[in-house]
């Protein structure tokens, strides 16, 4: 454990890897778990250490934006990501551009980092669509609702690129060679799909990295329901390397995921990621966290947000002044005002046709499919006569 960190509230595990102080401050001692990712650090420019930071201060605005527009009947549901976008923001700058995220509903850090438009992501949230964006586009698969079901696919994927991959050279697989990131949460992790997931790419050393945000909370259910012990242990299980990342450190989880993207590129198989966060809010706009848990731990994980700690890191190194500061406020604001613009000008001309969702089911046309296309169209049309009937 870093000699500073003596003061966070929630302690880690002893193993976690923290790389800066909880007030951002680069640690005055290492433990040995972070000294081996020191030489990972090493590698972020001052570019890509700032886009950390912008990432991170443009989700929260548009976090907020969309919490306002839910609550004003524009979206159906939200999601909040705030406490989280260290370890989102973090471990999307460890990634290459050809790699692929297949997010849960809540990496709205890695969407919007990888270009998707808050219109896009919105169009979910809105009941408008699937997905609103094109996952080619982005490398960003679809949100998938139903826990850890996209740890199947990310892995599925990854087994496909293994074999695209299987007669590549070391070089080649440095050079270009494809990673997937799989994310999912501390609940997610009781999931069976959690584990076949894991013991697939295990047996086929698949290029996954299994990046689980540890949030301490599953709706009202706390961690220490879930598993006795931390998370990243159970990868030994599996026969490959868990890591445990302090994830309100964005420092620390880029270093960590650069090393688990680098192991699973050179071919060796999968590895495990377990970021310590915090969910600061509630866990949708539909849910209340006051009825569960204190505001003592609330106050306690406030104390270590990571926009702050990367704020205070960027400030001591002298890698962003007032100016890179209000440029990034600005940014965030900008953000903000495009993302209502592109909620409350959605209408029915606008947003994607409901036929586009039995059109994208499968590749080729299917019977099955095309009968619910004919049945929906039935139903819809049943609408229209009864609208009818009452003017
Ligand atoms: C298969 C399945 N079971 C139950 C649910 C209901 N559900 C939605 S979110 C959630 C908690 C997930 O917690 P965690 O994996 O820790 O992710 P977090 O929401 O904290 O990011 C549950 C039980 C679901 N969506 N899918
Ligand atoms: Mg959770």
Not at 222 to 239: H, L, M, N, T
Not at 241 to 255: C, E, F, I, M, R
Not at 261 to 288: F, I, K, N
């Amino acid at each position: 454990m870093v000699s500073d960190a003596q003061t966070v509230p929630q302690p880690l595990p002893p193993e976690a890897v923290q790389l800066m102080t909880p007030q951002g401050a680069p640690p005055s001692a290492l433990n040995e778990a972070s000294e081996r990712f020191l030489p990972y650090l090493q590698r972020l420019n001052t570019e890509a250490a700032q886009n950390i930071y912008r990432t991170m201060v443009t989700t929260r605005r548009v976090d907020q934006e969309a919490t306002a527009l839910q609550r004003q009947g524009q979206l159906v549901l939200w999601v909040p990501s705030s406490g989280q976008e260290g370890a989102q923001a973090g471990a999307l700058a460890a990634l290459a551009p050809q790699d692929w995220i297949f997010p849960t509903y809540r990496e709205h850090a890695m969407a919007l980092g990888r270009g998707v438009t808050p219109r896009e992501l919105l169009l979910l949230f809105r009941g408008a669509a699937h997905s609103g964006w094109n996952a080619q586009d982005y490398r960003v698969h679809p949100y998938t609702l139903v826990l850890a079901a996209q740890a199947l696919h990310a892995t599925g994927y990854a087994w496909g690129v293994g074999l695209d991959q299987c007669d590549w050279t070391s070089q080649q697989r440095a050079e270009n060679g494809e990673v997937v990131l799989a994310c999912f949460g501390d609940g997610a992790s009781s999931e069976g799909d959690i584990h076949e997931s894991m013991v697939f790419a295990a047996s086929y050393d698949a290029p996954v990295v299994f990046f689980c945000q540890n949030n301490h909370w599953a709706i009202s259910v706390p961690f220490e329901v879930q598993s006795r012990v931390p998370i990243a242990r159970r990868a030994a299980g599996y026969g490959f390397d868990g890591v445990t990342v302090d994830g309100n450190d964005p420092l620390a989880t880029y270093a960590v995921t650069a090393w688990a993207a680098e192991q699973a590129r050179s071919g060796t198989g999968p590895v495990l990621v377990e970021a310590h966060t915090y969910r600061m809010g509630a866990h949708t706009t539909a849910d209340d966290p006051t009825k569960y848990r204190g505001r003592d731990e609330e106050q306690s994980w406030s104390a270590l947000d990571p926009i702050t700690r990367m704020r205070s890191y960027l400030t001591a190194q002298d890698l962003g002044d007032d100016a890179f500061f209000s440029a990034v406020d600005e940014e965030a604001e900008d953000l903000a005002a495009q993302t209502r613009q592109a909620v409350v000008s959605m209408t029915a001309e606008t947003i994607p046709a409901l036929d586009d969702v039995f059109a994208h089911a499968y590749a080729e046309p299917h019977p099955l499919v095309e009968a619910e296309r004919a049945w929906h169209h039935t139903w819809e049309a049943g609408f229209a006569e009864t609208e009818g009937e009452n003017r």
